[in-house]
């Protein structure tokens, strides 16, 4: 089994940053790398790929919405994967989630691709 926990999440300003942080405990060995990323959801929306990477190497993955503004980082030695996010908007408002795969693992933005989930951490932008 792998848990991931999430924190850093929090209510800023538009134009404002913040860094999101995911634990991954568990069974996460795995020699080569796996994959891992984040998704968020807003209210009556689905949940969509923001940012997803293979920890082996330095393929990423961003929606075409946070290009330029987000990164995607991951600590090997501490387990940890990261998401700056700065110059963030209103629309950026969700559940953020932490995501990860260790089998046939895909950097992708779909979901379908991640087998274990965080429980979410909440971003607010205000306007």
């Known amino acids: 089994q792998v848990q991931l926990v999430e924190s850093g999440g929090g209510s800023v300003p538009a134009g404002g940053s913040l860094r999101l942080s995911c634990v991954a405990s568990?069974?996460?060995?795995?020699?080569?790398?796996?994959?891992t990323g984040w998704f968020r959801q807003a209210p009556g929306k689905e949940r969509e790929g923001v940012a997803s990477m293979y920890t082996g190497d330095d393929n990423t993955y961003y929606a075409d919405s946070v290009k330029g503004r987000f990164r995607i980082s991951h600590d090997n030695a501490r387990n940890t994967l990261y998401l700056q996010m700065d110059s963030l908007k209103p629309e950026d408002t969700a559940v953020y989630y932490c995501?990860?795969?260790?089998?046939?693992?895909?950097?992708?933005?779909?979901?379908?691709?991640?087998?274990?989930w965080g429980q979410g951490t909440q971003v607010t932008v205000s306007s």
């Open positions: 995501a990860a795969d260790f089998i046939a693992c895909r950097v992708s933005g779909d979901a379908s691709d991640f087998s274990y």
């Open positions: 568990g069974h996460t060995d795995s020699p080569y790398g796996y994959c």
